[in-house]
């Protein structure tokens, strides 16, 4: 049974939070006092604070396995050994079992989550020490020693020995026609239920159409789309108190208004007046997708748990979909943006192509994003120009070979 655990709320002023709680309803002090003073709500989304708040509780049960009580390890300057902190990696390095996040396979988990736990882990752990012995954590000559091994264990993040032979995030065309097979209202191939049919065809309109993230899709409210002049808003609604939803969907990027085609706005028209009349029911309200549970979720805005199993599905049905998700299709929208802008024949009056994309993925203009989200683009220009560059090579090859 696990020992800690968190408990999300939503206050008065409908700002998200999160506390850790032990299973003996005593005080958990000092990892509660970090979240509300370190991770504060003006700078960090809840879904930050639930994941720092998931790795100390990983961290706080390493050290009941081991028997260290931390705080007086601290206070007694004993400190850490070198072999502890090598364990504390080793063990946040551990993917987590099915059905409990504390119990660990012999499986690692990607370098990517291993840095940031870590990372989060020390964060805790060197905060601690500045708080427990104030100015001594940087005047005792242990206590800096002590600092300067936890930096110098630190993992940093580098990019993988793979990353030009991985394949691209984005679908490809094969997997499209295979995704909308399975998601069509009215294909015969439809894996879902006929009472949720549109609405899943639908979310996956949206995100493919619009490149838009999953936070920005369940955000999304009826009054953000304008039917006349064909365009969708995409808002930023941090601590929105009419969002009943404890894991609040929200949008990271930069606010923006989007231009769609009239058939995508049709789309929307069909399923409001379908599917989400027949759910919305006595709980009146305008995010666009909802739940078609039965019972008290009936009606209510689309979880982000119930939007993950209907991806799941479409990855559980057929492995050339295996690893499928929503976040795919915001890699496979700059592909195709890439693409579609390379031939289009009108000018775009002095813009360049990167602020385009920029303005429509909500990032600041000029954004280095374009490098993670366009690598399948980039590697495929990068070889049609190196295939141009080979011939050349190979003419002079064959000439200075045949001398």
């Not at 409908?14 to 309803?25: F, K």
């Not at 032979?165 to 995704?179: C, E, F, N, R």
């Not at 799941?312 to 295996?322: C, S, V």
């Not at 220009?381 to 001398?403: F, G, T, Y």
Request: charged share 25%; net charge positive.
């Amino acid at each position: 049974m696990n020992k800690y655990v968190v408990k999300n709320f939503i206050m008065n002023d409908g700002t998200r939070s999160c506390q850790i709680i032990h299973s003996s309803l005593k005080p958990v002090v000092y990892p509660n006092l970090y979240l509300v003073s370190q991770i504060v709500n003006d700078k960090y989304t809840a879904s930050t604070r639930l994941a720092v708040a998931k790795v100390i509780i990983m961290l706080l049960d390493y050290f009941e396995k081991k028997n260290i009580d931390l705080e007086k390890v601290i206070n007694d300057k004993c400190f850490l050994a070198r072999e502890d902190i090598k364990d504390i990696i080793t063990y946040m390095s551990k993917r987590k079992a099915k059905g409990n996040i504390y119990e660990f396979n012999h499986r690692e988990v990607g370098s990517g989550t291993k840095c940031y736990r870590v990372k989060i882990a020390f964060k805790y752990i060197k905060w601690l020490c500045e708080y427990l012995i104030g100015s001594e954590a940087h005047n005792d000559s242990q206590a800096r020693l002590f600092l300067k091994m936890l930096n110098g264990y630190t993992p940093r993040k580098k990019i993988a020995d793979t990353y030009y032979m991985d394949d691209g995030k984005a679908i490809d065309s094969t997997q499209k026609k295979v995704l909308f097979r399975y998601v069509g209202a009215n294909s015969s191939s439809n894996i879902y239920s006929e009472n949720v049919r549109k609405r899943n065809e639908l979310i996956i309109i949206l995100l493919y159409s619009l490149g838009m993230r999953k936070g920005e899709l369940l955000n999304l409210r009826i009054s953000d789309i304008n039917f006349d002049k064909s365009t969708i808003s995409i808002m930023r609604r941090h601590g929105d108190i009419f969002d009943t939803r404890v894991n609040q969907p929200v949008v990271k990027t930069l606010s923006r208004k989007m231009k769609v085609s009239e058939w995508v706005i049709g789309k929307v028209i069909e399923y409001i007046q379908t599917e989400r009349r027949n759910y919305i029911g006595k709980k009146p309200h305008d995010f666009l997708i909802i739940s078609h549970k039965g019972g008290k979720q009936a009606g209510l805005p689309m979880s982000v748990s119930s939007y993950e199993k209907t991806i799941q599905k479409i990855r559980e049905h057929d492995p050339i979909l295996k690893e499928f998700s929503g976040h795919s299709l915001r890699h496979t929208w700059n592909y195709e943006f890439s693409v579609k802008i390379e031939n289009l024949n009108f000018s775009l009056n002095g813009l360049s192509t990167e602020l385009i994309r920029s303005y429509a993925m909500g990032w600041t203009p000029y954004s280095q994003m374009s490098n993670v989200y366009n690598a399948t683009y980039v590697r495929e220009q990068a070889n049609r120009i190196l295939a141009l560059v080979q011939d050349r090579i190979q003419n002079e090859l064959k000439e200075l070979v045949n001398e």
